[in-house]
């Protein structure tokens, strides 16, 4: 993959609105073009023993939502949940995004026909059993694009469990939302198509080694959100086979300070099952300081 990538929010949200702005009096209805649920893979729960919920996302044909990390523009789907008091929530988890050109040969990366954004529920551990019914509740916010035109949208789901002295799952739900966490980035001591990746930089360009235990597919990465740094460049070679080399070069942009001494991203492959997995890596950043320290010598 090859192209100009720059996580930078405040660009996308202008092109984002000069795209609103220019399209509002044609807009569709934006509740026919996302419809969101919230699924539980419980009936019933017990206090203080975790459960999984999913917010899914079903989109009108042609129509795309974005990851946490946009791309070039676009803004990503964001899920706040509001729980009983004492209950808490776990990081949202995303599915291994896609990649898509949008008008302009402008990059982005989210999500196609549907989706399921996964959280762990914990109950208080004081919450009452008995029967008593329980209210999960999300707010969900998105930005669904066709290559014409960009819509915002959001809403309000819920659902409910009941507290008991044992967990009831819900068969048919906890089948599915296991299906799309297998879809979710693990480790690299947790992937087991991977064996080694080992990262090193020079003049700007940060590269990495991928060893696999079998054939990968598709190789893609999809670098995490950071509005400090500028990527670009990003190539993969071979996309397939048993060993992939990942390079991109990175710079710090003026007066900006990245958000750690990594960059966090997902390495996407099909494995030899044909199955679409994703793996989180952490890109050092010295290349990106050894460009910015370079720009102050030169400014001198």
């Not at 998105?142 to 507290?163: F, H, M, S």
């Not at 480790?187 to 990746?197: G, L």
Request: a neutral charge; glycine letters at 8%.
């Amino acid at each position: 993959m090859t192209g100009r990538l720059s996580v930078n929010l405040c660009l996308a949200a202008a092109i984002v609105a000069t795209a609103l702005t220019a399209t509002a009096r044609a807009a569709p209805d934006p509740d026919d073009l996302v419809k969101a649920e919230l699924l539980s893979d419980s009936s019933a729960v017990k206090p203080g023993q975790p459960f999984t919920v999913g917010v899914a996302l079903k989109l009108a044909p042609k129509w795309h939502v974005y990851w946490i990390n946009p791309g070039e523009t676009g803004l990503p789907t964001k899920v706040e949940f509001k729980l009983p008091a004492g209950w808490t929530a776990g990081p949202v988890r995303y599915p291994v995004p896609k990649e898509f050109v949008q008008p302009g040969d402008i990059a982005g990366y989210g999500y196609e026909d549907e989706v399921v954004l996964l959280a762990t529920i914990t109950p208080a551990t004081d919450t009452n059993v008995g029967g008593a019914t329980e209210k999960i509740a999300a707010r969900v916010s998105w930005l669904v694009c066709d290559p014409k035109q960009c819509i915002p949208g959001r809403a309000n789901v819920q659902t409910t469990v009941t507290v008991a002295d044992a967990t009831i799952a819900n068969e048919v739900v906890r089948a599915a939302l296991k299906r799309w966490s297998e879809r979710v980035p693990v480790e690299p001591k947790a992937a087991k198509d991977v064996a080694v990746v080992e990262w090193n930089s020079r003049d700007g360009e940060i590269a990495g080694t991928v060893s696999w235990t079998g054939d990968a597919r598709d190789v893609k990465l999809f670098p995490g959100e950071d509005d400090a740094l500028e990527i670009s460049d990003i190539r993969i070679d071979p996309a397939g086979g048993r060993k992939s080399r990942v390079a991109m070069r990175v710079r710090r942009l003026a007066g900006q300070t990245p958000r750690g001494d990594a960059l966090p991203a997902v390495l996407a492959y099909t494995n030899a099952a044909g199955e679409r997995r994703g793996v989180e890596v952490s890109i050092p950043l010295t290349a990106a300081a050894a460009d910015r320290n370079a720009q102050a010598r030169r400014n001198e």
